[in-house]
Nanobody
Framework: QVQLVESGGGLVQAGGSLRLSCAAS????????????MAWYRQAPGKQRELVAA???????NYADSVKGRFTISRDNGKNTVYLQMNSLKPEDTAVYYC????????WGQGTQVTVSS
């Protein structure tokens, strides 16, 4: 079984930055990280989980309109890790952030809380 462990969240003032990490561990032979697309999602209180950014196996990236130009997704296949660099944070970015694979969905991790104060 593959586990996803997100980290790097915290409390930051508007305009600040955070870098999130998500490491896949466990029976990675059943999930070949390097050939799967990975993505970051977020869920704010009272709202549905939404896709924030995705990165394909070849490195092509896509972003939600709300984060374009502010967030950057990247991956390190050697470390089975995906990152989300978040700059110019806004209070509306406050949410629990999760990673997963849109091509081979895995069990959700615990997420990492991001809180942006105004």
């Amino acid at each position: 079984q593959v586990q996803l462990v997100e980290s790097g969240g915290g409390l930051v003032q508007a305009g600040g930055s955070l870098r999130l990490s998500c490491a896949a561990s466990g029976s990675i032979f059943s999930f070949r990280f390097s050939i799967n697309a990975m993505a970051w999602y977020r869920q704010a209180p009272g709202k549905q989980r939404e896709l924030v950014a995705a990165i394909a196996r070849g490195g092509t990236t896509n972003y939600a309109d709300s984060v374009k130009g502010r967030f950057t997704i990247s991956r390190d296949n050697g470390k089975n890790t995906v990152y989300l660099q978040m700059n110019s944070l806004k209070p509306e970015d406050t949410a629990v952030y999760y990673c997963n694979s849109p091509s081979t969905p895995l069990a959700w991790g615990q997420g990492t809380q991001v809180t942006v104060s105004s």
